[in-house]
């Protein structure tokens, strides 16, 4: 139920955004970085909006969308994982734990876990650099994590 | 302003304002090598082959986005530029498939075969459809494609075969983005855009839709201005490049598009835009849909007529004499019903005999789907009342409008059209027409304008140009009207024709409003595809009976890339399997018969192993399947087994799906008590499999690849040599060689172990139809002596065999195999499970 109900909010709320954005190109990033901020993810339906509002095709605004990391097309899972890929956790393994992670939970980056428990995110550098690698897990920070403790730390939230 | 002068490599050259520095270069007779650059699409400067230096300019700017200027001192080559584009060519073919382009045997391979296999993944040019006309490998050839550092990185993208008419394979992506710049140029809203970022971007749609679904109108630009195969049309692809390209039109609806015929062996392939321009865009039925429709399997092929409730085929003198006796025993009562998708010198005839013969005469429109009542119906003339009421006593029918119930109060009907029509078995004379593209004419298009239609595909079996078989009606009746000897004449004799009226809708803007039907037969029952685009048809893929007898097919899954393997339970031939043997199998019970090597086989479970590579018709319907579905035929096991003898040391040789078919082999030659050497050979590392069930089976595994990723750079023969060198070192000898492969490689092998005088057997399997000796398709000559693969192999002396005439064989055969084809309407929407998931609606 909660996601009807959020695409509900989401209809509400976009069309006071698409008020305050005229339709000129440049309000292509701003409108998907408000609406984001307002749904947590970019729905199929926020995507074909923002391409009506600025004339755009749809697969075009999808495609500068992805571009960028920061914009998510999931909503986001109850337990919001992120895996720092930044260069200190990197090179003491970040991308194992990643890796780790993905297994376990059966997703990879960017997705949601199909029962909603889990959604996966990498993010470039927390500023928590001297405990290399770093998980996140809603806003909870775990330093010096290994495969096998993260694997711990997921069965911990289920 | 006036224009500006510049040098290119020391020439000068004078542009107009605004002109970059590549087009100077070309003015200059100066080539510079470019991907991303197109004439028809705006400077993107992606692919940075075009790199210059220019004097006083810092670096290495792109060519093909850098304005001339005044006095601009521009160098294309120098040392720093070339080893630059060599690096920008190392990675981007990095990315793609690459193996054919530093394998040591390319150039006895190409001569061997110089036509790309009819792969589903192109894993190597030989099997990619674009091998003929591809600039990327022209260029890679060019800049010495053996010394560039080519490591394979296949991306593994699935295949994407849903989407009517074209496939997509990204692996061969190099991301030149012409497809989508020239979606957006057509199209202002692009159905496809660059996704993702970094490593992962790629060419796709918002959410991965389904080109139905993403805006796509089925132009197919995008196919025809890729450089490389990625994205291709389905049906053309099989048959190579085109060798002909036509000026002409389209007659499938009053827009009457102008458009390029591209035939091949004098078939029409395709049809495809004047310029790569908004306004000359073809909608889906004219780019992809002509071709089928010529191609189509039902046309009809002779004269027919109908004594006595009997129809049988005449000769085409009988049958004009019967349909001119039909028509003057009616004159008077006689109604002429035909389509609008004729050219204007078939209606002008029409229209002829109609007042010869005091009849009716109506030209019935061509709509889309909305107009129509759900499923069928066009708007008919009202005096079609007239039959029942007897006042039209016979009809002239050019195309599917007639209903059962109303042909049966007609005294006489006459048929003329290419394609059947419901009431086919009414018809007292059944006369076969050419179609589109098979005869002369011209069009009027709804704004008024008169195009041309060129004759430039060979109408099947005796169908002949419509206008002629009016003629000789009009000469066989008398009719002085119609006495025409050129289709000028008749052309010249138009003055008055109006235009039709336009087309309710838009087909080259919505792929949603395309024609429903052609010449009143429903377009989705000729191009099954087409029902993706909500187009109505009779075909109900709920009454498909699924059949539940049959062989089960237990196991499918792709190995590697274009490899599969298929357990299949088919315990009678699990039980009797020896080595070396093979089997038959049918898909359906309509398909071809397809032999296959048995890999494997489990007497207990009663199932059996094949591998199968997708390279044509019967396999790519066979992958097709998915776990669980029931083959039509399993026949075997066939052939005589493989000798087994112990012989000492024996060297096994499998490339592609040979390597499944040596497992049992080495298994039972090793059990036997021989010495047993595999060898495996795959174009690149990513397509070997099964080496450790091979290696369990030998006593030694060594590795081939033609790209060098792994083992010995080269084939099985380049690893038989140096066996043989290293047992020839410690004084021991190889006693026995066995090769399974595509023909080229056991060639190879059987000129390379020639001198050896070490006995070396072959698989001829690759030729067979029917495995039972019937068809003679297999005939080979081994040692002067006929005999078949089928019953008297699959394995020969290798030594014996003439090669020569085997090649001529298969070559034979594979242009059968093209021209049977498109025979099965189901091949071209063959839907695959992965692309299905995704729900493209295309009745799958
Ligand atoms: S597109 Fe085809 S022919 Fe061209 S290099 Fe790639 S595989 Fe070879
Ligand atoms: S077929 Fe035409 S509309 Fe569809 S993606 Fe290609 S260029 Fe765009
Ligand atoms: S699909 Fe073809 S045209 Fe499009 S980016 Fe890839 S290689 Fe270029
Ligand atoms: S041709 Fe200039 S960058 Fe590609
Ligand atoms: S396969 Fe036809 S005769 Fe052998």
Redesign the pocket.
């Known amino acids: 139920m909660a996601t009807t109900q959020r695409t509900k909010i989401a209809k509400l709320d976009m069309t006071e955004i698409f008020e305050n954005h005229g339709r000129s190109r440049d309000n292509l990033i701003p409108l998907l970085q408000e609406i984001q901020e307002h749904l947590d993810y970019l729905p199929p339906e926020a995507i074909s909006r923002v391409a009506d509002h600025l004339g755009l095709s749809e697969n075009d605004v999808y495609g500068v969308a992805t571009f960028y990391a920061q914009f998510r097309f999931h909503p986001p899972g109850r337990h919001r994982i992120k895996v720092c890929q930044g260069t200190a956790c990197h090179v003491r393994g970040g991308g194992m734990v990643l890796d780790a992670i993905s297994r376990k939970i059966g997703i990879v980056p960017g997705e949601t876990s199909p029962d909603g428990n889990f959604s996966l995110e990498r993010v470039a550098c927390f500023g928590s650099c001297a405990l290399p690698p770093v998980v996140v897990v809603d806003d909870t920070v775990y330093g010096r994590m290994t495969a096998r403790k993260t694997e711990k730390l997921i069965e911990g939230l289920e | 302003m006036s224009q500006i002068n510049l040098t290119i490599d020391g020439k000068s050259v004078a542009v107009e304002p605004g002109a970059t520095v590549l087009e100077a270069a070309r003015r200059a007779g100066v080539a510079v090598p470019t991907i991303c650059d197109h004439k028809d699409l705006s400077p993107y400067g992606a692919c940075r082959m075009c790199i210059v230096e220019i004097e006083g300019v810092r670096g290495f700017p792109t060519s093909c986005t850098t304005p001339a200027a005044e006095g601009m001192q521009v160098r294309t080559a120098s040392p720093e530029l070339e080893s630059l584009r060599k690096r920008t060519m190392e990675l981007m073919l990095s990315g793609h498939p690459n193996s054919c382009l530093v394998c040591p045997h390319r150039e006895a391979c190409e001569s061997m075969r110089p036509k790309a296999t009819k792969a589903g993944r192109s894993t190597r040019c030989g099997f990619c459809s674009n091998k003929e006309e591809c600039d990327i490998r022209t260029m890679a050839l060019e800049a010495g494609s053996r010394d560039l550092n080519l490591p394979t990185l296949y991306a593994a993208h699935n295949l994407e075969r849903g989407d009517p008419f074209m496939d997509r394979d990204y692996n061969l992506c190099i991301l030149c983005a012409r497809?989508w710049r020239?979606?957006e140029k057509?199209?202002g809203k692009?159905?496809?855009s660059i996704i993702n970022r970094g490593k992962d971007a790629r060419v796709g749609t918002a959410f991965h839709k389904s080109?139905v679904h993403s805006g796509?109108?089925?132009?197919?630009?995008?196919i025809d201005i890729c450089p490389t195969g990625t994205l291709t049309d389905r049906f053309a692809r099989w048959y190579g490049k085109p060798d002909a390209k036509t000026p002409s039109a389209c007659l499938l609806c009053p827009e009457g598009c102008a458009l390029i015929a591209q035939t091949h062996s004098g078939k029409l392939v395709a049809a495809t835009m004047t310029a790569f321009q908004s306004e000359a865009s073809l909608c889906a039925l004219g780019r992809f849909g002509m071709a089928q429709i010529v191609n189509a399997s039902t046309r009809l092929l002779r004269p027919a007529i109908r004594e006595n409730d009997e129809a049988f085929t005449v000769d085409w003198d009988t049958a004009l004499d019967s349909a001119a006796n039909g028509l003057k025993q009616h004159a008077g009562r006689v109604g002429i019903l035909i389509s609008a998708a004729t050219t204007r010198e078939e209606r002008h005839l029409y229209a002829r005999l109609a007042a010869g013969l005091n009849g009716r005469f109506a030209v019935v429109p061509t709509l889309p789907v909305d107009p129509l009542p759900a499923g069928q119906g066009t708007p008919l003339p009202e005096w079609l009342a007239d039959i029942q009421s007897g006042k039209i006593t016979a009809l002239i029918l050019g195309g599917d409008f007639l209903e059962r119930e109303l042909a049966r109060s007609l005294d006489f009907l006459l048929v003329i059209d290419g394609l059947p029509v419901r009431v086919q078995d009414q018809a007292d004379v059944v006369l076969p027409a050419a179609l589109l593209a098979e005869s002369a004419g011209t069009l009027r298009t709804a704004a008024g304008q008169i195009r041309s239609l060129a004759r430039i595909s060979r109408a099947p079996g005796q169908a002949k140009s419509e206008w002629e078989i009016l003629r000789d009606i009009g000469q066989k009746l008398d009719i002085a009207e119609m006495h025409f000897d050129t289709l000028q004449d008749v052309t010249a004799a138009i003055t008055d024709d109006a235009p039709p009226a336009s087309f309710p809708g838009r087909p080259r803007q919505d792929v949603f409003s395309l024609p429903a039907t052609y010449r009143g037969h429903l377009l989705a029952d000729i191009i099954p595809a087409l029902s993706a685009f909500g187009l109505p048809t009779t075909y109900d893929p709920s009454q498909e009976v699924q059949p539940t007898e049959g062989f089960e097919l237990l196991e499918i899954r792709e190995l590697v890339p274009n490899m599969h393997l298929l357990r299949i339970h088919a315990p009678q031939v699990a039980a009797h399997a020896k080595p070396g043997q093979f089997v038959i199998l049918m898909a359906r019970e309509t398909s071809e018969r397809a032999p296959f090597t048995l890999a494997d086989w489990d007497a207990a479970t009663g199932s059996i192993t094949l591998i199968i590579e997708e390279v044509g018709r019967s396999s790519r319907e066979l992958i097709s399947l998915s776990q669980g579905a029931r083959l039509a035929h399993v026949s075997g096991p066939l052939g005589q087994a493989f000798p087994v003898e112990r012989k000492g040391t024996v060297v096994l040789g499998g490339g592609c799906y040979g390597i499944g078919a040596i497992l049992p082999l080495a298994r039972a030659l090793k059990e036997a008590g021989n010495r047993v050497i595999s060898v495996i050979e795959g174009s690149s590392a990513y397509l070997l499999y099964w080496e450790d069930k091979i290696r369990a089976v030998s006593d030694e595994l060594r590795i081939a690849t033609k790209d060098g990723t792994r083992g010995t750079y080269g084939g099985v023969q380049e690893v038989f040599q140096e066996i043989r060198e290293r047992e020839e070192d410690q004084g021991a000898a190889i006693n026995m060689i066995v090769a399974v492969g595509c023909t080229f490689m056991m060639r190879m092998v059987s000129e390379l172990t020639k001198p050896w005088d070490v006995s070396t057997f072959v698989a001829l399997n690759p030729i067979m139809v029917d495995g039972t000796g019937m068809c003679g398709a297999c005939r080979v000559s081994i040692h002067d002596e006929t005999k078949f693969a089928c019953i008297d192999g699959p394995f020969f002396d290798a030594h014996g065999v003439d090669w020569d005439e085997l090649a001529c064989r298969r070559g034979a055969y594979a242009r059968e195999e093209v021209e049977a084809l498109p025979q099965t309407v189901d091949l071209n929407t063959l839907m695959f499970p992965e692309t299905a998931k995704q729900g493209c609606g295309c009745g799958g």
Do not use: E, K, N, R
């Open positions: 497809c020239i979606c057509i199209h692009p159905a496809i080109h796509c109108t089925f132009c197919g630009s995008c």
